[in-house]
């Protein structure tokens, strides 16, 4: 039980929210996705690095998130859960179609999202739109596995720990793997911002 001073995490999901959408009330169901699809959307983007597949991905995972309501338990966070819905789900779509755009025995083992270089802020950095889509590129190229694990540490902020659940894995490999990732991502950046 919370303390008077606490206040639980507005992605939690009480008895009573959780019955209406167990009973597929509409108006609840359309609350629950409007307050949870930017989130879904913008994690799909920087997985998939395109708005139309996001957005199909985004609605696929609110469908499955509907037929699979059933198994959620009240008081539980409702984010970590459609993060690891739209991690499958994205997984799935690329096995469907057979794509092996990325493996891990030729992808670098390095990923980042962090500042450029010491000379240059995160607020500078993301100045332009132009910066935006290089570090959107940049995302692309690594492997989905790290790419994935810095988007969920610094663009959705979350902690190591459910990075670690989403992705099944170790929380030392969580950890890795973001540690790796800003390295990567940083030299890819690096590289592109010398090139002016």
Known sequence: MLHP?????????????LSKLCS???TAWHAFIAQHER?????LYRLEGHSED????????????WRSIRTFRAGERALPWLYQIARNTQIERHRRKQLSRFSLEEAQEDVGF??????????????SAQTQDRV????MDLAPEYREAVVLRFV???PYDEIARIQGVALGTAKSRVFRAK???AGLLASVSDIH
């Open 5 to 17: 001073e606490m206040t639980a995490p507005e992605d939690v999901l009480d008895a009573a929210l």
């Open 24 to 26: 597929g009330d509409e």
């Open 39 to 43: 989130r879904m959307y913008a994690y």
């Open 54 to 65: 996001a957005l199909d991905l985004t609605q696929e995972v609110f469908y499955r998130a």
């Open 114 to 127: 962090e500042a450029v270089s010491s000379s240059r802020s995160p607020v500078q950095a993301a100045e």
């Open 136 to 139: 959107q590129r940049a995302l």
């Open 156 to 158: 959705e902020d979350l």
């Open 183 to 185: 390295e990567q991502l």
